[in-house]
Antibody, heavy 120, light 110 residues
Framework: QLQLQESGPGLVKPSETLSLTCSVS??????????WAWIRQPPGKGLEWIGS???????YYNPSLKSRGTISLDTSDNHFSLKLTSVTAADSAVYYC????????????WGQGTVVTVSS | QSVLTQPPSASGTPGQRVTISCSGS????????VNWYQQFPGTAPKLLMY???QRPSGVPDRFSGSRSGTSASLSISGLQPEDEAIYFC???????????FGGGTRLTVL
């Protein structure tokens, strides 16, 4: 069964770059027909889709990020990453990685989430 | 402000039927499939319903989904205490060119 695990620093300074990794186990990213995605949830608030990437194909980002986000796939090491530049306190949230089956729009597997706080 | 609109709260007593609404537009619910997620405090969301009314393995048939025009609904029949959670609707949005979420509905079982 496919499992996801987020990792990364829990504290990032304002204006710096947030970098997170999602390790994938139970499936090969290069052969699985999934989009690999990031979602976040600010404290006490709802869910926000950040972006999704497909192996060898398209990448989509939420326009609200104003081009600050980049999702990259490392199929040799079976993980994918999120980089978010020029962070502010508004980027403080629980960050989840998730999968979207090909030709669908729902998130069927989720990581447990990792808390990121932006503060000096 | 969320693209999809949900009531912030809902409640019911055990055994009752509860319906949670999700309102959108022709660029999302009206033209794409709606999905629902269930989230308990401190845990990751879990897929509850996809393609409007399809339940993943393990989701009880007490949960059902529907769509009418640009609105969708999640119904829970035979409400149980363990159903107390936050429920989020979501759909692909053609204008956003991405996934839009509702703000979430906190369900309380009285």
């Amino acid at each position: 069964q496919l499992q996801l695990q987020e990792s990364g620093p829990g504290l990032v300074k304002p204006s710096e770059t947030l970098s997170l990794t999602c390790s994938v186990s139970g499936a090969s990213m290069s052969t699985s027909k999934y989009y690999w995605a990031w979602i976040r949830q600010p404290p006490g608030k709802g869910l926000e889709w950040i972006g999704s990437a497909y192996y060898g194909g398209n990448t989509y980002y939420n326009p609200s990020l104003k081009s600050r986000g980049t999702i990259s796939l490392d199929t040799s090491d079976n993980h994918f990453s999120l980089k978010l530049t020029s962070v502010t306190a508004a980027d403080s949230a629980v960050y989840y990685c998730a999968t979207i089956p090909e030709a669908a729009s729902y998130f069927d597997n989720w990581g447990q989430g990792t808390v990121v706080t932006v503060s000096s | 402000q969320s693209v999809l609109t949900q009531p912030p709260s809902a409640s019911g007593t055990p055994g009752q039927r509860v319906t949670i609404s999700c309102s959108g537009s022709s660029s999302n619910i009206g033209n794409n499939f709606v999905n629902w997620y269930q989230q308990f405090p401190g845990t990751a969301p879990k897929l509850l319903m996809y393609f409007i009314n399809q339940r993943p393995s393990g989701v009880p048939d007490r949960f059902s989904g529907s769509r009418s025009g640009t609105s969708a609904s999640l119904s829970i029949s035979g409400l149980q205490p363990e159903d107390e959670a936050i429920y989020f609707c979501a759909a692909w949005d053609d204008t956003l060119d991405g996934v839009a979420f509702g703000g979430g509905t906190r369900l309380t079982v009285l």
